[in-house]
C-alpha cells in the first residue's frame, strides 16, 4: 500500500501542492534493505516539470547536512548536484545492449543473448533460462541486477527515462515514444526515491491497468483490483503533476553509513 493513488485524488480536487508522511506496507518484502511495515514521504506538485521535484531532494539533503551535526554522518555526504543518466546510457555502459524503446520481451531477450549474458553474467544462471517465457520486466530486472549494485557509489544519481512496459502511472516521454518520464535515485546501490511525471489520460490509465491485470492473471500472481476511484478522478481531469516517494528508513540508512533496515527502525518484522 502506498498513498499515491489518494493524493492523486486530491490533485483533481484541485490541491496544487501537497505531501504526506506515511506508513506503507507491502507483503512478503524482508531483507537488509526491505521491511513489510516502512516510512515514506511522498510529495506532488502541479504544474511542475519532475526536474523540480529532484531538485527538492536535492535540496532536502542539502539541507540535513547543513543543520544536523556532522558526528551523526560517518562520512562526508556528496552534496547535489548530483548526476543524471538514462536508463539507456546504463545499458550501454555496463551491458553493451542498445535500449531503443522499441523492444518487447522477445527482442530483448534476443540482445541479451547476443551480448552473452549466460550464468556468468546477470544471475541467468544457464543459458537456457532465457528461453523460458519470462516477460519484459522479469527480463529487465535480471540484467539490471547486474550493475545495480554500482548505481550512487562515489554520488547520487537520478537515473531517468524508464522504458515504458516499466511505468504504468507514468507519462509517456513526448520526444522518445518508447519510454516513460520516470526517474529513480540511487545511493550506495540501494534505491532511494521514485517519481513521475503523472500519466493524467484516463482510458490510457484504464488501459494499463488492465494490461498489468492480465500479466498478474498469466504468471500466476494474485489479482489487484483495478481503482475505479481514481480513474473516476482522472476523468474529472488531473492537472499536469510530478510526484515523487522517497523512502526515509533508506534516506536515513544512505546518510549515517548503515547497512541493515533493522537498524534504523523500532520493530522489524521479526520484532512484532
Known amino acids: 500500500t502506498s498513498p499515491e493513488f489518494q493524493m492523486k485524488r486530491l490533485l483533481s480536487g484541485g490541491f496544487e501542492r501537497i505531501f504526506q508522511f506515511a506508513r506503507c506496507f507491502r507483503k512478503n518484502e524482508s531483507g537488509p534493505l526491505h521491511n513489510p511495515e516502512f516510512t515514506m514521504l511522498e510529495w506532488y506538485r502541479t504544474n511542475k516539470p519532475l526536474e523540480m521535484l529532484m531538485s527538492d531532494i536535492e535540496q532536502m539533503v542539502k539541507h540535513l547536512t547543513e543543520t544536523v551535526s556532522a558526528q551523526s554522518f560517518p562520512e562526508q555526504v556528496p552534496l547535489p548536484p548530483w548526476p543524471r543518466v ?14 531503443d524503446g522499441s523492444e518487447n520481451a522477445d527482442h530483448l531477450r534476443k540482445k541479451a543473448i547476443l551480448a552473452g549474458f ?44 524508464w522504458p515504458l512496459p516499466l511505468a504504468s502511472l507514468a507519462r509517456q516521454c513526448p520526444e522518445h515514444p518508447g519510454f516513460a518520464d520516470r526517474v529513480e535515485l540511487y545511493a550506495d546501490g540501494m534505491e532511494l526515491a521514485n517519481g513521475f511525471e503523472e500519466l493524467t489520460d484516463a482510458s490510457e490509465q484504464r488501459r494499463r491497468f488492465e494490461q498489468d491485470l ?12 483495478l481503482d475505479d476511484n481514481l ?10 503533476s510530478s510526484g515523487m516517494a522517497l523512502g526515509v528508513d533508506r534516506l536515513i540508512m544512505w546518510l549515517c553509513g548503515i547497512q541493515n533496515i533493522r537498524d534504523v527502525i523500532c520493530f522489524s518484522e521479526n520484532e512484532i
Open 214 to 225: 492480465e500479466n498478474r492473471k498469466a504468471e500466476g500472481r494474485s489479482e489487484v483490483p
Open 118 to 161: 549466460y550464468e556468468s553474467k546477470a544471475d541467468f544462471n544457464t543459458a537456457s533460462k532465457l528461453t523460458e517465457p519470462l516477460d519484459y520486466e522479469q527480463i529487465f530486472f535480471k540484467l539490471w541486477n547486474y550493475f545495480e549494485a554500482d548505481l550512487g557509489i562515489v554520488s547520487p544519481v537520478f537515473v531517468y527515462r
Open 231 to 240: 480513474i473516476k478522478s482522472l476523468e474529472q481531469g488531473l492537472p499536469e
Open 86 to 99: 538514462t536508463v539507456s546510457e546504463l545499458f550501454k555502459k555496463h551491458l553493451d545492449i542498445i535500449l
